[in-house]
């Protein structure tokens, strides 16, 4: 089912939380609501469910307007980020609590209940412990269950708040390709919010980047990452190096230092900020010719296939007062030809720089 959302305000006092925010979700896609603490992204995710209230706009489920529909009637399975199982019940109980609290009418019998409990149980993996209790079973188990239960009255639309925000790091990245295949089966249109861009870019079909209640920008999540609309977007996901100067024709000009950059819609003379990831960073001797500033090995570290240079700029940039620290990172077959040691002079240039207009300089 597809879901809309148009012209969505909300305020919590004089706190703005979402400002108009207009979205189309597409039928079927794993959808990531992703974003910092405090940028709206679970107010539109409870507004979506109707567990919030908007100030103005409207929520489309299908092509039916739910603005002022119940969260019962709306057919929606929401999976929150601690659980919320019932302690006294038991792991299958828990999974039959939405079916049998139905309205007599509408309520499964005994036995077509124990059926869909016992195959949801299975799809999650975790039918061995249908008789066990919440408290015997490990975090992971517990959102496997929560899931299974979000899934028992065959929801339109699943929505799950930082489904993975209480486990641990490993734990969250069996959970997040476990949740991948499972939607895979399902095809069954799902949100979810994480403040995670890794969790994000893993899992997601589409990625909508939200920041101070309003969508920075909106796409599959590979092209979020590699052709971001905003410094926002781009900072966001993933590490960035920033280079802020003026652009000078197809270059930046870095305080005595240039380096090439793609500027579009920023003038001649105007200020900058110019950003590259890690990777795209390139170390070169420091008598090289061509573009690129000085900096001084600060610290190597290894970590398995990749090494992380964190070096020092020995050149001031405009506005910012201080020395530039910049992180490059390069494959550890390559790191003995560089003879990077703690101390040595280099040269830094890139192979792609995204410039944005800069109003801080």
């Known amino acids: 089912m597809s879901i809309a959302v148009r012209d969505i305000t909300k305020r919590f006092g004089p706190f703005t939380a979402l400002d108009g925010v207009s979205l189309d979700f597409a039928p079927g896609k794993l959808i990531a609501l992703l974003g910092p603490s405090g940028c709206g992204k679970t107010t539109l995710l409870r507004i979506i469910a109707g567990l919030e209230w908007a100030d103005s706009g409207r929520v489309l489920l299908g092509d039916q307007d739910a603005s002022d529909r119940h969260v019962r009637e709306r057919q929606v399975g929401f999976v929150f980020q601690h659980y919320a199982l019932f302690r006294h019940m038991t792991v299958f109980e828990n999974v039959a609590f939405g079916l049998r609290v139905k309205p007599r009418v509408a309520r499964p019998s ?8 016992d195959d949801l149980l299975e799809l999650v993996q975790l039918g061995w412990l249908a008789s066990r209790y919440p408290t015997q079973l490990s975090g992971g188990q517990r959102q496997r269950i929560a899931l299974a239960r979000a899934l028992a009255v065959e929801p339109r639309v699943l929505l799950l708040d930082e489904p993975f925000g209480a486990l641990d790091a490993q734990v969250r990245k069996e959970l997040r390709g476990w949740l991948r295949r499972l939607h895979s089966e399902l095809h069954l249109t799902s949100i979810f919010v994480t403040h995670d861009q890794d969790e ?51 270059e930046l000009e870095l305080a005595g230092d240039w380096l090439p950059v793609v500027a579009h819609g920023i003038g001649e003379g105007e200020k900058a900020i110019a950003l590259a990831r890690p990777h795209e960073l390139q170390i070169l001797s420091i008598d090289s010719a061509g573009p690129g500033l000085r900096a001084r090995v600060e610290r190597v570290l290894i970590n398995g296939p990749v090494a992380r240079i964190e070096l020092k700029g020995e050149t001031i940039l405009n506005g910012t007062g201080s020395y530039p620290t910049f992180e490059a990172e390069v494959p550890r077959d390559r790191l003995g030809g560089l003879d990077l040691k703690v101390g040595k002079h280099v040269r830094l240039s890139a192979n792609r720089l995204r410039a944005f207009p800069y109003q801080s300089l």
């Open 110 to 117: 005994e036995a077509q209940i124990r059926k869909r409990v």
């Open 200 to 250: 994000a870019l893993d899992v997601a079909d589409e990625i909508v980047l939200m920041n101070k209640g309003r969508v920075e920008q909106v796409g599959a999540a590979q092209d979020v990452y590699e052709t971001p609309a905003t410094e926002f977007a781009c900072s966001f996901l993933g590490a960035v190096n920033r280079f802020p100067g003026r652009i000078r024709g197809d």
